[in-house]
């Protein structure tokens, strides 16, 4: 029985029916821009990233969904932009390009789409306006109420007192994060935060749900639901095949 759907897509899942039973229709597509339209709720985003000292955070400001006809994969590249504070003054700021893909798989018995392979295949940094770095001197002006000045004030027994206050007892991951602005490179700071971004990106795909039952309320999902075998990525297409693989 076809389900609560206007005529015309009663008309448009018969003509697809009678296609398909002939061999005339072999598979359905999305295209990239049909894709985009679909993830555009999902953004902007943000989520914590953990610091050995003060607070930090991501925010995905936006994603744009390709198929690249190299890979035959579905690869999000997103806007990101990163932020740390110590006692609420921001010392990093940067923007970054962020990019993952995965692989789409169809299981016909329950008539889902899943998302699997999924990998962050790049964090690369953007050289803009947004970029900051404060330097460590400033970080300790921040912590201690007497001013400190030379490195070798990092190594002194006051000092590590007062990190082991604001980084959870930490004392050496504190020192070790704070050297990496002594050089003042964004670059360097993004590579040590990467290992983590990539995680929590990861993390929440799977927060989200990486699977999707066809709706019986659209009638193209409605024909594919019974009649699909497989979904690949070809062509910078998103192909619904309703013949098995050669």
Known sequence: MLPQLSWRDKLNTLVGYCLIKT????????????????????????????????????????????????SNRL????LCAIEV?????????????????ALPNYFPASASLHITDTRVDFIHLLNDHYSLVKDTQFIIDKLLP??????????????????????????????DYLKLYLQGSTQRILDYHKPKLAKA???????????????????????????????????????FYFTEAP
């Open 201 to 239: 990106l990861l993390a929440k795909l799977e927060e989200r749900s990486l699977e999707y039952t066809m709706d019986d309320n659209h009638w193209r999902e409605f024909l594919f639901a019974r009649y699909g075998k497989r979904v690949d990525v070809e062509d910078q297409q998103l192909k």
């Open 23 to 70: 061999g005339r229709l072999q598979h359905d597509i999305f295209t990239e821009q049909e894709l985009n339209a679909l993830i555009a709720p999902y953004f902007p985003f943000s989520e914590q990233l953990t610091v050995p000292i003060g607070e930090g955070h991501f925010s995905c400001l936006e994603g744009q969904l390709s198929m690249p006809v190299s």
């Open 146 to 175: 007497l001013p400190l000045s030379g490195l070798g004030s990092l190594l002194g027994q006051p000092l590590r007192s007062a990190l082991s206050l604001v980084s959870a007892g930490s004392t050496d991951q504190a020192l």
């Open 75 to 78: 690869t999000l590249q997103m």
């Open 85 to 101: 504070k110590v006692m609420g003054t921001p010392i990093y700021k940067a923007h970054a390009a962020a990019g993952l893909s």
